[in-house]
């Protein structure tokens, strides 16, 4: 009776530790990861998109080019229509429509939702495409059971990482979702590209 007992005192006691557990510390094999890839000096994609917000849905193909805080993101839709090519930096872009029309941003995040009718996280993107949290705001992250970044939310955003390819010697996003309310970008990458900048090159 008393072995009895003492059995369940342990039982639940465990119980207890486990609901106190502390969240697991990012793990030592995405932080090596995370510091090779932040010596990225410029990288391209090249894929798939497609775009849900509360009025409209549809897809196209995109190209996406960084170099340190330069992006150029292209977007084609079907047949051409609703593309446009987007050039600059998080303070300053032009954007030119396959209509012809170009505009210039001076604050591009606002801006380009009133042009084309969807947002595009252009800051956080920069390190969300490469599954590492932007490193000037707080984030959440969520790893799976391999170690491999499942899920972060920053800025607003909410980026799901379904699945991941080998990219030469690295593990990079083959397909993610990036969302919050009111839009939702669907991601499938076809070909990365990527060039790193040698330890102690100047930028």
């Known amino acids: 009776m008393i072995r009895a007992i003492v059995l369940v005192l342990v039982v639940v006691a465990a119980a207890g530790c ?3 557990r502390e969240p697991a510390p990012m793990p030592g094999e995405w932080q090596d990861r995370a510091m090779r890839l932040q010596t990225l000096d410029q990288w391209n994609v090249r894929g798939r998109l497609a775009v849900k917000t509360d009025v409209d849905a549809f897809n196209g193909s995109m190209v996406w080019t960084q ?3 330069f992006v150029s993101f292209a977007f084609r839709g079907p047949l051409g229509v609703g593309g ?3 050039v600059g930096n998080d303070q300053r872009m032009v954007l030119d429509m396959s209509n012809g029309d170009e505009w210039e941003l001076t604050s591009p995040q606002v801006e380009l939702r009133q042009r ?4 595009v996280p252009l800051t956080g993107m920069r390190f969300w495409m490469l ?5 000037a705001t707080p984030a959440d992250l969520d790893f799976d059971d391999a170690g491999f970044l499942r899920r972060l939310e920053q800025q607003g955003w909410v980026v799901t990482f ?3 390819k080998q990219v030469q010697s690295e593990w990079l996003p083959h397909k993610l979702v990036v969302e919050q309310t009111g839009v ?3 991601l499938a990458v076809d070909r990365w590209r990527l060039d790193y ?3 102690g090159s100047p930028p």
């Open 84 to 86: 446009f090519r987007l």
């Open 67 to 69: 170099a340190d805080s």
């Open 18 to 20: 486990a609901g106190l």
């Open 131 to 135: 599954a590492l949290p932007d490193p």
């Open 162 to 164: 379904d699945s991941y």
């Open 184 to 186: 939702r970008l669907r």
């Open 197 to 199: 900048v040698a330890a």
């Open 116 to 119: 084309i009718g969807w947002s």
